[in-house]
């Protein structure tokens, strides 16, 4: 049989399916059995299970870095095994654990690795680093020359993925990427994935044993245990109806308990409100009122207790150029304890005509409760996490 | 004349060869190491130093050895000094570079712990990073040492004692069993403080617990995790 | 001091001759080395059983002095250039050999796994991310094998193979202080310039990216 290209940036992946997978490996552990799974076009499917599982091993035989003992692997209805490795791994992304930018190329190399294997011309390269870089906000001129150890990590992540949709392949296989991250880094890549998945219409197989990370991501979740699969649903159904002890466990009571109605205010809160410092110029509390989309902002100081907040109309009301946010903020916020009830809080919104209110908790700045962070805290303990 | 019978009847002189051979090596590497390794603990922390004296070593081990015997037998006249000179500049590099890398390679965080335990920078010095040093200064004297001993077969042709006669005065006759019987105690010699050298640096790292560092590869399996979910 | 100079001067065609030959007969024999030692070294990392073994040889040969180790071709090879280029070009192999398996296998196994699951071929595996990152330590064992050839080739008159070494050796043997200084100032001179020279090259070949990270000549033996 001549081995086929797969072409999975051409003609568009339809589907990819472990059929009875298994993989034992020489010296008799079994990492992988009969493993059933399917993975529709544009779907975000997250591999969670405790260390050992075999997460790694199942994505690694997806593009033969592994190769299966049993069973049989499908891309677009073939074998894997009768696409030439090379090729196959071309047209897949990969993202690994460890950052694995090779270190002697800049970031623009390091991008277009695959599109150059793929004979792309370097103008359609360099269009493409760019057009990536902006992606994840990242100045193109700024970044582009520059070797992987002057970035931060979280930046160095962020060009792992992006070198693994540089030839805009269907198929992006992830494994724990962002593992080696500080939480509130990961936080913010896990968003920007999300966010870009939800632009470019991938089809992700993520690697996780963090399971805040797979609800966050997933919209279907397969959890494994020694090598089995013991449950793969979307995030709403496995919190409802856990396969098993197991998997009630994994998932974890805390969370199970959080499925109920919130009833207090931290439960609702927004807990990233736009802030600025007392410090800030209104100049840039009107820049950042546009990039966000916002018409009123928390004004606090470097204690990150509650000052006041500033509107856009008030701003340009009182000629407020070349003052600090200190100097022009109101101070009459309308302000909630967490730990105040949840529907109280709803009520005053309502009959005092609020937008929102500011989450103080000992004079320090917690959150914000906005019509939409409350009507998103609703919608999802009624119909699951999944948005 | 067979090999065998050589090596037989000439035992005796040429064990005594030998041992000069291995005095005059010595001799050369250790007065290297006098010199060499307390001015490697002064210089480690002056880079500027380190960086120029470093420089130099490394020029000297640059030389031809034929080359700086040479010339200095030209001050020093012929024999066994000159050779023994030689040997001290070229062990020079060596002993000062590892001097200066084991000193650097010892974790800062361990002499600020030994500092805050209350010892005196002298102490630190003598107590913590000497210690952990020690392998990678060990690994110096033995690079030093291995090349004394190859470069002391050379010292014939400045009159000095040692193999290098009984090797020189082979090829003159064309006797190779004469050319083996210097040749092979001399890389029998430099195999055996190579070896005995090295055991020597192993030991000095376990007992400063640097061990776990000569692990330098660690196989797929050697990283397998915890299997404590079943 | 002021003895050099007119030494020098009044040998000065036979030592530009000398000298040539000298950098002649090195520069063969480094070459032949690193075409055998480069890819038998990257050949070795495929097969790390095998490898350690031949390390562990080349690491005793190296051991060997070189006097001892050049007069034992003599009854073997006998006298000329042709086998005083061999055991020189022999000698060279061991540090290229070994640095160059020391670098490849140097390359973290994170990194080559990476260009694979990309969809790099071996050749581009090799070529892009392994031979890049390994190039410094590789011209490391370049560096420390010409330094060496350099010194060895002296000796190498001895058997035959000309060079500077000659007129060293012909100083000694007549208590000549001026040839000895012609022939020792040269090579001494020759060997710094190779090591500047080649120390320089291998800080052009470390890939920017890695020249803060890279201790390139710790990989040296
Ligand atoms: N090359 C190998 N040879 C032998 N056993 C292996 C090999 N690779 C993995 N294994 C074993 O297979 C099992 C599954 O490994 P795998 O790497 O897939 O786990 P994982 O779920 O990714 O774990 P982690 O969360 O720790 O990354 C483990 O028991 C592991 O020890
Ligand atoms: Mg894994």
Redesign the pocket.
């Known amino acids: 049989m001549s081995e086929a290209t797969f072409r999975g940036y051409e003609r568009g992946f339809q589907v990819l399916e472990f059929q009875q997978v298994s993989k034992s490996?020489?010296?008799g552990?079994i990492?992988?059995r009969d493993l059933n799974l399917r993975v529709e076009r544009g779907e975000f499917v997250v591999l969670i299970?405790?260390?050992?599982?075999?997460?790694?091993?199942?994505l690694r035989m997806v593009n033969r870095m592994v190769e299966p003992t049993g069973g049989s692997l499908l891309l677009e209805g073939r074998d894997v095994t009768s696409y030439d490795p090379v090729q196959l791994r071309r047209g897949i992304g990969y993202v690994v654990?460890q950052i694995g930018l090779f270190p002697h190329m800049t970031i623009a190399e390091n991008i277009e690795v695959v599109p150059r294997l793929q004979g792309w011309s370097p103008q359609r390269r360099s269009e493409r680093t760019a057009e990536l870089l902006q992606l994840v906000g990242m100045d193109p001129g700024t970044y582009r020359d520059r070797f992987p150890h002057e970035l931060s990590g979280g930046q160095q992540q962020r060009i792992g993925v992006l070198r693994a949709l540089a030839a805009d392949p269907d198929l992006i296989l992830m494994?724990?990427p962002f593992g080696a991250l500080d939480p509130i880094t990961r936080e913010q890549l896990q968003d920007e994935l999300k966010r870009l998945q939800e632009t470019v219409h991938k089809t992700i197989v993520f690697?996780t044993?963090d399971m805040d990370e797979a609800l966050r991501l997933a919209n279907r979740i397969a959890v494994?245990r020694q090598?089995q699969l013991l449950q793969y649903d979307t995030p709403a159904e496995i919190l409802r109806n856990p396969a098993d002890d197991f998997v009630a466990q994994f998932v974890g009571r805390h969370r199970l308990a959080e499925m109920q109605v919130p009833h207090i205010v931290r439960d609702i809160m927004n807990t990233r409100p736009v802030t600025l410092g007392v410090g800030a110029s209104t100049e840039e509390a009107f820049a950042l009122m546009q990039s966000r989309q916002v018409d009123t902002m928390l004004v606090i100081d470097e204690q990150g207790s509650l000052h006041g907040y500033v509107s856009a109309l008030h701003l340009a009301h009182k000629r407020a150029v070349g003052r600090t946010l200190g100097e022009v903020c109101e101070q009459d916020v309308a302000v909630v304890g967490p730990d105040e009830d949840a529907s109280t809080a709803f009520n005053r919104m309502d009959q005092e005509h609020l937008q929102y209110l500011a989450v103080v908790d000992e004079g320090q700045l917690k959150g914000i409760v906005t019509r939409r962070s409350m009507v998103r805290a609703l919608a999802a303990a009624i119909w699951g996490d999944a948005q | 004349m067979s090999l065998f019978s050589y090596l037989f009847q000439n035992f005796g002189s040429i064990m005594q060869i030998a041992g000069i051979h291995a005095l005059l090596s010595i001799e050369g590497t250790v007065l290297g190491a006098i010199v060499a390794i307390p001015f490697g603990l002064w210089a480690y922390r002056r880079p500027g130093v380190r960086r120029f004296a470093a420089a130099v070593a490394e020029t000297i081990q640059t030389i031809p050895s034929l080359a700086l015997l040479a010339i200095l037998m030209i001050w020093l006249g012929m024999g066994n000094t000159t050779l023994v000179a030689t040997l001290f500049l070229y062990a020079l590099m060596p002993m000062l570079h590892n001097t200066v890398e084991g000193l650097l390679s010892v974790d800062p965080g361990l002499v600020e712990i030994a500092k805050g335990l209350g010892m005196s920078n002298r102490q630190a010095l003598w107590r913590v990073q000497v210690p952990l040093a020690s392998p990678i200064i060990i690994t110096g004297f033995r690079m030093a040492l291995v090349t004394s001993i190859g470069i002391a077969t050379v010292g014939v042709f400045i009159g000095a004692e040692g193999l290098g006669s009984l090797i020189y005065g082979g090829m003159q006759v064309q006797s190779a069993s004469q050319i083996f019987a210097g040749a092979a105690p001399a890389a029998l010699m430099a195999i055996i403080f190579d070896g005995f050298l090295a055991f020597l640096a192993v030991r000095a790292g376990r007992r400063s617990l640097r061990l776990p560092r000569l692990h330098l590869r660690n196989s797929?399996?050697a990283q397998?995790?915890l299997?404590g979910d079943g | 001091m002021t003895g050099i100079w007119p030494d020098i001067v009044a040998h000065g065609a036979l030592i530009w001759q000398d000298l040539l030959q000298h950098v002649e007969i090195v520069f063969i024999s480094v070459a032949i080395g690193c075409l055998i030692a480069i890819p038998m070294g990257i050949w070795l990392t495929r097969r790390p059983r095998l490898a350690e073994v031949v390390i562990t040889v080349t690491g005793l040969i190296q051991t060997v002095p070189s006097l001892a180790l050049l007069a034992l071709v003599l009854p073997v090879l006998g006298v000329g250039l042709v086998p005083a280029v061999s055991a020189l070009a022999l000698y060279a192999l061991l540090p290229i050999l070994r640095n160059t398996y020391v670098g490849v296998r140097g390359v973290p196994a994170g990194t080559v796994e990476c260009a694979k699951a990309m969809g790099m071929n071996r050749m581009q595996v090799l070529s892009r991310v392994e031979l890049p990152l390994a190039a410094p330590v590789i011209v490391a064992g370049v560096r420390l094998s010409t330094v060496y050839l350099i010194s060895w080739a002296v000796l190498a008159a001895l058997i035959g193979g000309g060079g500077l070494g000659n007129l060293i050796l012909e100083g000694l043997a007549t208590y000549d202080f001026g040839l000895i200084i012609a022939g020792a100032v040269p090579a001494a001179l020759l060997a710094i310039a190779a090591g500047l020279l080649l120390s320089w090259l291998q800080r052009a070949l470390t890939p920017v990216g890695v020249r803060r990270l890279a201790a390139g000549e710790r990989g040296a033996a």
């Open positions: 490996y020489r010296d552990t990492a992988v299970g405790p260390s050992g599982c075999g997460k790694t091993t199942s654990q494994d724990e690697v044993h494994l090598g | 797929p399996s397998t995790p299997k």
